[in-house]
Nanobody
Framework: QVQLVESGGGLVQAGGSLRLSCVASGRTFSRLAWFRQAPGKEREFVAA????????NYADSVKGRFTISRDNAKNTAYLQMNSLRPEDTAVYYCAAAPVYNNNWSGWGKGTLVTVSS
């Protein structure tokens, strides 16, 4: 079992930046990912990274603006968010999965990102 704790959210003006962190404990999974959910909307995929920092995927809506990374020595994943837009406003969650399936688990409480115009 893996437990994940997200942090780093806050209120930022459009065009600004935030860096989210996800600290893992317990069982370590090969892949880590960020998801987000805006009020009244479905949860959507944002970005994922493999064990060694490769196998990176981004949603089209964040390509060129967000960067996902991980530091296994610190058991931490990061999401650097630049050029933020009001439509990026959401609760951001991280999750873990093994290499052999997409059974995401370890969901934390999330961290709220609010981007003002």
């Amino acid at each position: 079992q893996v437990q994940l704790v997200e942090s780093g959210g806050g209120l930022v003006q459009a065009g600004g930046s935030l860096r989210l962190s996800c600290v893992a404990s317990g069982r370590t999974f090969s892949r880590l990912a960020w998801f987000r959910q805006a009020p009244g909307k479905e949860r959507e995929f944002v970005a994922a990274v493999g064990w060694s920092g490769g196998s990176i995927n981004y949603a089209d809506s964040v390509k060129g603006r967000f960067t996902i990374s991980r530091d296994n020595a610190k058991n931490t994943a990061y999401l650097q968010m630049n050029s933020l837009r009001p439509e990026d406003t959401a609760v951001y969650y991280c999750a873990a999965a093994p290499v052999y399936n997409n059974n995401w688990s370890g969901w934390g409480k999330g961290t709220l990102v609010t981007v003002s115009s």
